[in-house]
């Protein structure tokens, strides 16, 4: 019985070899070191094109553009000090795309100049940017201006600041409620539908975060949307929202209301 035994183990370590010669047969070794050298052009070709956008932020007006296109898709540590200096620029489009960089390239030392561009600065695109951006800073200082933008600012800032109200809202557990709230009542009266669909995105992902009490007036505020809401885009995301929950007594209450 042993021997059979060995018998079979060998044959089975055969097939095993058989099957590891065949595949490395397979292969061209010339392939491998082709595609080593490939890779090896593409890390030098990224790293000239880094290179290349560090100093075209240095340059005219036309070359700092093309330079933060870059930043506004790539990391590098190296661009920080390139980018501060940006957020003061004359020029809106400069200083919005300084701030989506800074959003892909988030740094301790750009939040003190970012926070208080969302309110003081005039222009709209710029403080759009500025929403989007803050929600990739994990620090409890951006909710205080995101909660203010969303109740006082214009349609495109408003919508954002939604997004990263949530996005900073599950790093900082103790500023949970209250963004909840804002996101209550902008679901409510919000004029713009977007903004509205956006809240109720926005409850659902925090609903499993909340105190009970405020986690029910939560699912209460969702089907008050889908029943009442005057646009079918905002009922739709309100219903999904609802889902989520996977409160079967909510969604019984809303097919009732609508049988």
Known sequence: ?????????LTL????????????????????????????????????????????LQGNHEQQLQGLKFFCEHR???ALPLLLPLLDSSCPILRMSAVYALGRNPHPEALPLLLPKLQQDSNG????????TLGNYPS???IPALLKALGSDIAAVRLWATSSLVDSSLNNSNQREAVAQQLLLSLRIDSEPAVRSNSAWGLGRLHAYL????????????????????????RDDARNALEQLQNPALLSRLQNDWA
Not at 1 to 9: A, P, Q
Not at 219 to 234: M, Q, R, Y
């Open 13 to 56: 370590e055969l097939a095993l070899l058989e099957e590891e010669l065949e595949a490395e047969a397979a292969q061209d070794p010339l392939d491998l070191i082709s595609e080593l050298s490939d890779q090896t052009q593409d890390i030098a070709a990224q790293q000239e094109l880094v290179d290349q956008a560090l100093v075209e």
């Open 1 to 9: 019985m042993s021997s059979m035994t060995n018998h079979d183990e």
């Open 76 to 78: 590098d540590p190296r």
């Open 125 to 132: 695109f710029v403080r759009k940017a500025l929403a989007w």
């Open 211 to 234: 105190e009970p009490d405020l986690a029910l007036s939560l699912g209460e505020a969702l089907v008050a949307a889908c029943i009442d809401d005057a646009d079918s885009g905002v």
């Open 140 to 142: 409890f200082e951006v």
